[in-house]
DNA sequence: AATGAATGAGCCTTCATTCAT
DNA sequence: GATGAATGAAGGCTCATTCAT
């Protein structure tokens, strides 16, 4: 639960603590105070563009400090993938299982969700930083597969299934389903970190409700089925 | 036909040429046969990684070659979009204006077409390419929005208003729309040039299958119209 | 007289406290190590062809660390110049300030003292490498011109024109006379860091003796004046 | 007499043989219209920031042609210097040797007549440009030594040697005197090719008029002549 | 633990020189 | 003779990484 929320936020608790135990808090803050640092910068100028004095410098300490804590850049930047998405893909996995309602409404409660506690964030960088980059790092593409995005999937597989067993939904060739589920977001972030200022704005919410509207209109088990 | 074909197709006629006349064949020919190993290596390792010692040596040329061509890398860059895709969005332009049929199946077509003629060829790594890119090269971003993402909506624009005029879609927002077309044909090329060698490959014909069943059952206009 | 003293003295007491704290002691030093060593190389062999791996090497640094301290070569060779050539000027404006005695062993004074503490020094070669690369360099040149130029020429029309008030020296042109002056000086200078080396060397003192006569009382043979 | 006159006056006469054997007459003149292109460039540029590209592209002719005419880039720059500057020089021994009248005028005349013929001219930036280069090109500046510098000292050594002889100077040192000469003549073109544009603009016939005077009369108020 | 000076490999870019046409 | 495409060595500059303090 706590993790989940908004990553942007100050973590309130903590630094009252620093406040009592300057030394000691730091200590035990330094890690994700400079993955904090370095998601911001990797995802704004990617990994190559991102330099460590950078890094360094916006999380207030020295480039040699990066190191006590990084074996290496690429290191830093597997931590950041490590510690930004896996906690808050539990948190969505957490809130599924406790769902009870309509299929349909899952849906559109994961979707909405997702960009919420994901998309609409800092983190919502990182999808399109390992896709820029997976090339280069194919252990990170790795990483990030099995941990990521098996997972995801696994979730929407389960909430499709849900909904053809209840007779909700039309029999349907799921996997193919989860991808066209998953484009839409995946285009959203995308969106957001790369060509969205050429003009062409998204409009996230209006996206997803139309994307939704459609997918539902397509899912559902209709009275006919055209076609 | 002729000019939209497989760019990676070799140059029969010039190479019978080269034989007779290899330097002065050569003169007309570099600038591609640059564009083409920078294309296959943006793609394989993005701007930052690609190394111009490279793509000279994988053009067969020497490193001072290039500049002869090209004022910067960023340059060569700009070239590689604006040959890649410009050509092959005009023949598809040129494709819309000849159809004759449904718009479910005009959309089918633009789609399918879209996949051989682009997605599944070497340029698929493009939008990727631009994708990562962006950020760090604004005026190549737009370069791209201006001449490449404006026309291929316009494109989709045309071609659901037809469908909604004939009264064979239902009334739609059909900027969304756009947004939710579009989606899944970035996806797969995303996927193709990052994550799919990490496993989990998606087969791209069934993938389109299945969204474009979806995005017509969503689509038409429904006698009745579900939810 | 101390901060005048010879540029080319070893630093005796940074190198004491150099043998204790190796590394903060450089800290403070390198910048002047560096610039001195550039000095030599830009002297000797003009900016163009002066490579900064030399630099560095005759500095005793890597050629990286060069950047630590000077953000571009010109950068560096602004130092140079600032460094080396301005404390000296100022340190002449202070003898003048201090001379009690006629105007003319003032000018004798000002001339040797010129040629003592910067003609005769490595910093000699500077206004060689000004004039060489002022084209190129029109950003240094205007700063040589308004940092030292311009305060040499003042400090010569205040010499001069202290001789005419006094009615040591006839009336004179006083702006052409300080080019008089200055020119031979600049002679020297070039001399030395040019065409020397092909026989023909100049006696400095005897060469400035010389001039100082002529400069005195020209070359006509005396009492009743010529022309 | 023709060669000497103004170095910067077109070749009127080769100009209209040109238009009636164009062929046969380039022949001839291509060595002195390279020569010429790159006296301008390296005087106005430096040797080392001039680009053989645009040397032959200010000639007229393409980059390779320039090999064919000289063999390197240095062998280009030597024939800049021997073509330029001996025949100037041949011209003013020739006005030295018929000169009639007081050693004084001869001075007089000399100096205004070097400034005319030469510093005033596109050749005046090869003096500067021997002062700028001749640490790298040991060879040059021996020749620019053996070939210039020797024989205007002569002429000036027989003029001086005449008004000492002839009890119209004082008894001289005159190597010094020499020197003290053509000081204010180096620096003029010195200054020309160098600091000018940085304001303080040097007024050369004023500058020699008062450097003559000096040099004639001295800077003392005169009658009783001191020391 | 933290610092930051120092390193050096690596890359983009330039340009004198060559040579097939 | 003339061309200009091609070359490749060289140099300025960057930045991840190290290590003495």
Redesign the interface.
Known sequence: MPTFADPAAPDTDDAAASARRPRARRKEARPSELTAAALDLFV???F??TRLDDVAARAGVSKGTLYLYFDSKEALFKAVVEEGIVPALAAAEQRFAEYEGSSAELLRSLLLGWWQQIGNTRLGGVP?L???????F?EI??F???RV??RG?SLLRAALQRGVAAGEFRPL?IE??I??I???L??LT?WR???C????D?EPE??L???F????????A??????
Chains 1, 2, 3, 4 share one sequence.
């Open positions: 704004e100028k990617g190559a563009a399109k390992i896709i820029s980059e997976s090339r280069n194919p593409a790795q990030y597969h099995d995005i098996s999937r060739d193919s389903c991808d066209v998953i484009a839409p995946l285009m995308v970190y790369s060509l200022s050429c003009g062409n998204i209006r996206f409700d139309t994307q509207g459609i997918l539902i209109h397509g899912l559902l209709a009275p006919e089925g055209a076609r």
